[in-house]
């Protein structure tokens, strides 16, 4: 030991330096290491980017909480069976070419809904789902969004979009208009289609020329 050090600072010292070790492991294994191995990763050719009402519902969706209860990451048969439950296939780094942030999700108190736009393209049945889930799914958990719609007297304006409600939810000359950001929601909920092919086709192995030669006449 120095003479200018006591045992505490050296302690210090040892402290500091392990912590700064351990960082160091964390962020190569952690950033650098998946950012090195999917830099490359191009988005699959049925993967169309957001519109930019497609990212105003996203912002949507990220603001009134859906990833607290919803992921976006189907799993592989040998994980879990959202095969099976029609979440579709697992997913690929390329299906979040144009996700910033991701919205991956760790809780599943709702289904996966990187499929939801394929499970359910109605426009309609969506809007009314926010308006009042049990409606369209007995014994959901889901809250209602009722704050997303305005609720009045008398006909829609023009250019509105009234939720069509089913028999015995709508009260009599009344209307239920759903808001420009509940439109935006509904559209990126509908952009959430990943049923194209993960991987490109292989093409048609060439005929070797042995068989090529059997052929010929």
């Given at each position: 030991m120095?003479?200018?050090?006591?045992?505490g600072?050296?302690?210090?010292?040892?402290?500091?330096?392990?912590?700064?070790?351990?960082?160091?492991?964390?962020?190569?294994?952690?950033?650098?290491m998946?950012?090195?191995?999917?830099?490359n990763v191009?988005?699959?050719?049925g993967?169309?980017?957001y519109?930019?009402?497609?990212l105003?519902?996203?912002?949507?969706?990220?603001?009134?909480?859906?990833v607290?209860?919803?992921?976006q990451?189907p799993?592989?048969i040998?994980?879990?069976?959202?095969?099976t439950?029609?979440?579709?296939r697992?997913s690929v780094?390329?299906?979040y070419?144009y996700d910033?942030?991701?919205?991956?999700?760790t809780?599943?108190t709702?289904?996966?809904?990187?499929?939801?736009?394929?499970?359910?393209?109605?426009?309609d049945?969506h809007l009314?789902?926010l308006?009042?889930p049990r409606a369209?799914t007995?014994?959901s958990?889901?809250?209602s969004y009722?704050?997303m719609?305005?609720?009045?007297?008398?006909?829609?304006?023009p250019g509105?979009t009234?939720?069509?409600?089913?028999p015995g939810?709508?009260?009599?000359?009344?209307?239920?208009v759903a808001k420009?950001e509940?439109?935006?929601l509904v559209?990126?909920?509908?952009s959430l289609?990943?049923t194209?092919?993960?991987?490109a086709?292989l093409?048609?192995p060439?005929?070797?020329a042995?068989a090529?030669?059997?052929?010929?006449?």
């Amino acid at each position: 030991m120095s003479a200018g050090k006591s045992v505490g600072e050296m302690d210090e010292l040892r402290l500091i330096s392990g912590a700064m070790v351990i960082l160091s492991g964390a962020t190569a294994l952690l950033v650098v290491m998946p950012y090195m191995l999917l830099e490359n990763v191009k988005p699959p050719a049925g993967l169309k980017p957001y519109t930019t009402e497609q990212l105003a519902g996203r912002q949507s969706y990220i603001a009134n909480g859906c990833v607290y209860c919803h992921s976006q990451q189907p799993r592989d048969i040998k994980q879990a069976p959202d095969a099976t439950r029609g979440w579709g296939r697992a997913s690929v780094a390329g299906d979040y070419a144009y996700d910033t942030p991701h919205l991956l999700g760790t809780m599943r108190t709702g289904p996966d809904l990187l499929n939801i736009g394929a499970r359910q393209p109605s426009k309609d049945w969506h809007l009314g789902h926010l308006y009042q889930p049990r409606a369209y799914t007995p014994g959901s958990i889901m809250p209602s969004y009722p704050y997303m719609f305005e609720v009045r007297q008398g006909a829609a304006r023009p250019g509105e979009t009234v939720v069509n409600l089913p028999p015995g939810l709508a009260k009599p000359n009344e209307v239920v208009v759903a808001k420009p950001e509940t439109l935006a929601l509904v559209n990126y909920l509908l952009s959430l289609d990943r049923t194209y092919p993960a991987l490109a086709p292989l093409p048609a192995p060439a005929a070797s020329a042995s068989a090529t030669a059997k052929e010929r006449p």
